[in-house]
């Protein structure tokens, strides 16, 4: 049943590899619960109650409540497509408790530390590993593109005519994302230098090799670039998609607008941004709220 419903996600739903793994390793994980517990081999006879036993299961086992959360959604997706295929199995999880995640203030960068590492060349070397470097770690900051996104940037994707960069997002939707001077320039730049190696890729990136680039790659790019600039413990090209929206919001930007830009699906997820900078939204406030701006009378 858990191959169907992998073959559901990759066909129909279009889920990337990465999702789909973590699906996969939900679902096995719940399994040999069921089976180690109820002696149950057939998901379609389970109930609630053993679901709410397995949650217990993990909250005893450690789990933090964002995994615990994940699984619960994995489940919830798994047998809502079990109701689906099978008629005459009904199961509801109106019954089963989601735990409230608490809130973390998300990791963001400021301008100075941003602005000191891109504008200083001696951290750059000025060969093809350097100049490639430099311009992730600028289209990171000035698209918010996600990690694989730009792993999977072709040169296709590039329109300096339009000033544009096509990306393709979850589940494959397509967005146009625009370019700004200077990355525009630092690709220009790369794509010099990207042309000295002998390589057919069709991917924007690659290695000395000729070769793409790997998530790990990536991440640990951006990770010691970062370290010299920021004593903060997260260091990841998601960080810097944090900070690219945040910035944005704190210079005018309105919500909608980085809701295209980052390939979000809907406002909830964009929504968080807004309360990352509040010192700056109580500035403005007292700066220009007619009732703000008179001072207290003693």
């Known amino acids: 049943m858990i191959s169907k419903f992998i073959d559901y996600l990759f066909l129909e739903k279009n889920y990337s590899k990465h999702t789909i793994n973590n699906y996969r390793i939900d679902l096995e994980s ?76 998300t990791t963001i960068y400021s301008e100075k530390e941003m602005n000191s ?13 350097g100049i490639r470097n430099k311009t992730i770690i600028e289209l990171f900051y000035t698209t918010g593109i996600r990690k694989t996104e730009l792993i999977n940037i072709k040169l296709s994707d590039l329109d ?5 960069l096509k990306i393709f997002g979850k589940r494959s939707k397509q967005r146009n994302i625009p370019l700004a001077g200077k990355i525009i ?18 991917y924007l990136f690659i290695n000395l090799q000729g070769n793409n680039l790997s998530n790990k790659s990536v991440y640990n790019l951006v990770n010691n670039y970062l370290s010299i600039v920021t004593t903060k413990n997260k260091k990841s090209p998601h960080v810097l998609r944090h900070t690219f929206a945040s910035h944005l919001i704190k210079n005018g930007a309105d919500i909608a607008t980085i809701k295209e830009l980052l390939g979000h699906k809907n406002l909830i997820s964009t929504q968080i941004y807004t309360s990352l900078d509040i010192n700056n939204l109580k500035k403005v406030f007292n700066q220009t709220h007619p009732r703000a701006l008179k001072p207290l009378e003693l």
């Open 30 to 105: 719940f399994q040999t619960f069921l089976i180690q517990n109820y002696s149950c081999i057939d998901f379609t006879t389970t109930n609630p109650k053993q679901v709410r036993s397995y949650i217990v299961n993990l909250k005893e086992n450690n789990y933090s409540e964002k995994t615990i959360s994940r699984k619960i959604s994995t489940l919830r997706s798994f047998y809502r497509f079990l109701n689906k295929i099978n008629t005459d199995f009904n199961f509801s999880f109106s019954s089963i408790k989601v735990p409230k995640i608490p809130k973390k203030i």
């Open 185 to 202: 320039n630092q690709i220009k730049e790369y794509l010099k230098e990207r042309d000295s190696i002998n390589s057919e890729s069709e």
């Open 117 to 129: 590492l891109l504008d200083q060349e001696e951290y750059f070397s000025q060969d093809f590993k």
């Open 160 to 164: 300096f005519y339009n000033n544009l």
